[in-house]
């Protein structure tokens, strides 16, 4: 009971924060004018989303379709999907990779970094990864108001990399299929949330960065 309860929560503020990005969003014409800026990309950066077998938030679905249309239109090379099995027993990379494979992004320029928890890791572990795999020119791809929260923190790891939020307004004009992916690829078992894993201070910390073992 409690854990269904977590997931409504944890739910119903997806569908809250999508709906607020539209004070953060740009308007289409002014998104792709700051894509082509610097584009090509060698790779982006995709930060996970928790998943449930029975719902696609619109989060997800949103950066999941922003990192399509990137690759789609030859504005990245590679993508990196980033996440950990954080609050549902599904690894979010991995859900990530499949879903943009279904839509058609070949498997050999999809990576996936499985070891973060929050935000701020997706990028710092995904960086290094990129980093790792000799990618050179990298952004983050994502909601618009997860990209405004990353740039502090990233300029702080100096983590050299681009900011390149989707557009609310482009995303409606994409025709949206039902994809079925095999989900139980993904799944953890005898999974345990990080909420039960962390006292609040501890996930408070890993919000800010102090649980990552930073490279010299």
């Not at 980033?82 to 991995?94: F, I, L, N, Q, R």
């Amino acid at each position: 009971m409690k854990k269904n309860r977590n997931l409504i929560i944890m739910f119903s503020i997806s569908a809250l924060l999508f709906g607020s990005l539209k004070l953060f969003a740009k308007s289409p014409d002014k998104t792709i004018a700051n894509v082509e800026i610097n584009a090509p990309y060698d790779v982006i950066i995709v930060p996970g989303v928790p998943y449930n077998d029975d719902y696609w938030s619109r989060v997800l679905m949103g950066r999941i379709y922003w990192s399509y249309y990137l690759y789609n239109n030859g504005y990245t090379k590679n993508i990196i999907y980033s996440g950990s099995a954080v609050y549902t027993p599904y690894v979010e990379s991995k859900i990530m990779a499949m879903y943009g494979e279904r839509l058609g992004i070949p498997k050999q320029n999809i990576f996936i970094e499985t070891n973060a928890e929050h935000s701020v890791e997706n990028v710092y572990y995904s960086y290094n990864l990129a980093k790792e795999l000799g990618f050179k020119k990298v952004a983050l791809a994502t909601d618009p108001f997860q990209s405004r929260m990353m740039k502090g923190p990233s300029k702080r790891m100096d983590v050299q990399i681009d900011f390149i939020p989707f557009s609310i307004e482009l995303l409606d004009t994409m025709e949206i299929v039902e994809i079925e992916i095999p989900s139980e690829q993904a799944y953890v078992e005898n999974f345990i949330p990080l909420t039960e894993r962390e006292s609040f201070f501890k996930r408070l910390g890993g919000t800010f960065g102090r649980n990552i073992e930073f490279k010299e």
